[in-house]
């Protein structure tokens, strides 16, 4: 132990202590650098070709339907280039644009093929590889894309508010009633609110991994939700303990309920923004009938949204004007989210925000539970328990209204 | 990108076929054209496409009217002996614009030489195995047991770089059939070891203008059903060149499918009949018809003559198989 030290300190200070600090942590880097180009430049030695035929995999990350064409496109998820040689659509070859050049490594293309296809009807089109492998991609129901012109945003802007702003805004109408109630009612609407949310996250990572399992491997797949998860919940949580920081340097004493609600708020804000993605695409696809019932369930289903918002400053006395952006910061993503869906989607991004949306439900359920804590110190009493309980129930009666 | 170099090299290579006249390959540029419209039109492949027949070493227009009689001697009983070499060879073939398929072939090409003799003949085939897998050559048509070319029976499965000789009387007068009996036998077929064998009654058939037509496909994702179809191998190439026929002149079709995967095929003639007679081993005609449903193995003979100008369609009366390459146009001046 001592001679190992001894010579821990000799290597430090003795052969290697001119040399500056940074060259000693760079020096690993460029050799792995060096390492790899001599790799690269002798083509692998020892290695050899690689054995069978080459590893071909497109993911149809979108299809756009036109009159008379059907656009596609794909992302090279395999290790090898790709080119695509020939296409068909229901067993029929068929003319097509795009898609000259091989298409490398996660490199993506659109192939704009030439069909008069007939609304409601399902189509198979299968992209023929220059291997003759064939990556098929199956339409279970023609619909026109709609055009991204000013209405169609107005008309997604309308959804997000009808689905997000407006639901958040009556669900916040109970603050009144929520100021009145005696402190164990309170303990019990915060429950209520965690197993609210406690649903949404389960809901939005399950519904994440099944966007995520469509859309690209390569990119991560269901590898993209957790992720998103992380990265939210980290930065909620960073954002917390800086703004709690700088309450405690500004020498403010007291109830963090002003910073909850806020967290609160931006935790089903990106909840929202996920499912306005998800709103929002489906509607471009088609797979989404506009019905009042949905519209309604919606509606139902983010009311009890806004109540997870005011909860937290029960006892405070917010402004109208504090308690209108807790509520656009809540409700608002979910426009901006319909226009991602309907504009931009792909499956790569929707899993992810949807895994960004769950993390910040995470890191706001663990926010809150603290709130929960009776009398006696107990976070998970019974009456906390029965209205986690009684929240998850709700989210999944109102849930029942609006499966996608 | 393989399809469009081809494309240019195909158009650069003078095709002096003698059935080829100049404006007909002007018009048959117009018909290729013709199918690329929004709203219908005909299936073709991807505009600007087309297989490189001098890199695959043979042509479907060449094919079509290639009859290969072999090389005779007489005996010194008089009796006319008439022989052929064949050789199995491993060969990477472009079956539709852009794609490569690793065949295997008789001779390098796809169908294999089209074998023709007269009935009574003594014929020999001598067959090299050049592939690296087992292979034999089975002909349909009378002969003995052990020159049936299937394993365990006469020179049995021929391995690679084994050599056999198949001989036997030619018979009976009709439209044959040859390829390989080897296990698994849908690969071996379907891979492309197969090729139409004509037996000539001893006094000839009328005078005609004569094709043969194998009708095939090609799995190239082997899943077990066909990628593309044709006759001749390469899907849509009457189309983008329709095969020229004089106007009054009797056509005769020597028609066989070897189609794998798939139950049957047919043949369908558009604006005109003709006369059907199946296996071509009688003179009487079996149908008056435009549409015959063939199954794997089956074949026939088709007459008639184009009584006016134009272009008619042929193709299979399968609209899938039609629009998956196997469908042409005749030119009728």
Not at chain 1, 325 to 349: E, T
Request: a negative charge.
């Amino acid at each position: 132990m001592e001679a190992h030290g001894a010579t821990d300190r000799t290597l430090a200070g003795g052969r290697l202590g001119s040399v500056p600090r940074w060259v000693l942590g760079l020096a690993p880097l460029l050799l792995v650098a060096a390492v790899l180009a001599a790799f690269a430049v002798l083509d692998g030695p020892g290695l050899g070709e690689r054995r069978g035929p080459p590893a071909e995999a497109l993911a149809v990350e979108r299809t756009v339907l036109r009159p008379g064409t059907i656009e596609l496109t794909v992302r090279n998820d395999g290790p090898d280039a790709v080119q695509v040689a020939q296409v068909t659509v229901n067993d029929a070859f068929a003319q097509f644009d795009g898609a000259r050049e091989p298409i490398g490594r996660l490199g993506s293309a659109t192939v704009r093929i030439r069909q008069p296809w007939v609304e409601g009807e399902a189509y198979e089109v299968a992209l023929v590889t220059s291997s003759g492998g064939t990556i098929a991609h199956d339409i279970p129901v023609a619909v026109q894309t709609p055009s991204r012109d000013v209405s169609f945003f107005g008309l997604m802007a309308l959804l997000g508010i009808y689905v997000g702003v407006i639901p958040v805004a009556l669900g916040m109408l109970w603050l009144p009633w929520v100021r009145r109630i005696p402190p164990g009612w309170l303990r019990a609407l915060m429950g209520l609110t965690i197993g609210l949310l406690a649903f949404l996250a389960v809901d939005a990572t399950l519904e994440g991994l099944e966007l995520a399992g469509e859309g690209s491997q390569a990119l991560g797949g269901p590898a993209l939700v957790l992720l998103g998860g992380a990265v939210s919940y980290l930065l909620l949580t960073g954002v917390g303990s800086w703004l709690g920081g700088r309450r405690r340097s500004a020498g403010a004493a007291g109830a963090p309920g002003g910073t909850l609600a806020l967290l609160v708020a931006v935790g089903i804000g990106l909840h929202n923004l996920g499912e306005g993605v998800a709103i929002g695409a489906a509607y471009s696809a088609g797979a989404l009938a506009l019905g009042a019932f949905l519209v309604a369930g919606f509606a139902l289903h983010n009311t009890t949204e806004g109540l997870a918002i005011v909860a937290p400053v029960a006892t405070l006395r917010p402004s109208v004007r504090r308690l209108a952006a807790l509520g656009l910061i809540a409700g608002g993503p979910a426009i901006l989210g319909a226009w991602i869906g309907a504009a931009a989607f792909s499956a790569a991004l929707a899993g992810f925000l949807f895994g960004f949306g769950a993390g910040a439900i995470v890191q706001v359920i663990v926010a809150l539970s603290p709130s929960l804590r009776d009398e006696h110190g107990r976070t998970l009493h019974p009456a906390a328990v029965c209205a986690v309980l009684s929240g998850m129930a709700i989210m999944f009666g109102t849930g029942l209204l609006v499966s996608v | 990108m393989v399809g469009a170099g081809a494309a240019a090299l195909h158009a650069r290579v003078p095709h002096t076929h003698p059935w080829d006249e100049p404006a007909h390959a002007a018009t048959a540029q117009k018909t290729a054209h013709a199918g690329h419209g929004a709203d219908g039109g005909h299936a073709a492949f991807r505009g600007g496409t087309a297989v490189d027949h001098r890199a695959n070493g043979f042509d479907p227009h060449e094919v079509l009217r290639d009859f290969d009689w072999g090389t005779t001697r007489r005996l010194p009983s008089g009796r006319v002996v008439r022989e052929w070499e064949l050789e199995a060879v491993d060969r990477e073939i472009e079956v539709m614009p852009g794609v490569r398929f690793a065949a295997w072939t008789y001779n390098g090409r796809i169908p294999g030489p089209t074998l023709r003799c007269r009935e009574g003949e003594l014929v020999r085939i001598a067959f090299a195995n050049g592939s690296t897998h087992p292979h034999t050559i089975h002909f349909h048509g009378t002969h003995p047991a052990e020159m049936d070319g299937v394993p365990g029976v006469g020179a049995g499965e021929i391995r690679p770089g084994g050599r056999t000789v198949y001989e036997f009387e030619a018979g009976p007068a009709g439209l044959h059939l040859y390829h390989c009996h080897v296990r698994p036998l849908a690969e071996h077929i379907a891979k492309g070891l197969y090729g139409a064998f004509i037996v000539d009654p001893a006094d000839g058939r009328p005078d005609a203008d004569e094709m043969v037509m194998v009708m095939n496909g090609f799995d190239t994702n082997f899943d077990r059903a066909n990628e593309v179809y044709a006759a001749n191998t390469i899907g849509f190439a009457y189309m983008d060149r329709p095969i020229a026929v004089p106007r009054d002149q009797l056509v005769r079709v020597y028609l066989v499918n070897v189609l794998e995967y798939d139950p049957v095929n047919s043949f369908h003639l558009h604006g005109n009949l003709f006369d059907y007679f199946p296996t071509g081993t009688s003179a009487r005609r079996g149908e008056h018809t435009d549409t015959v449903m063939l199954c794997q193995g089956q074949r026939g003979l088709l007459e008639w003559r184009f009584p006016t100008p134009g272009r008619f369609m042929f193709h299979a009366h399968q609209s899938e198989f039609t629009e998956l390459g196997w469908q042409g146009l005749f030119e009728v001046a």
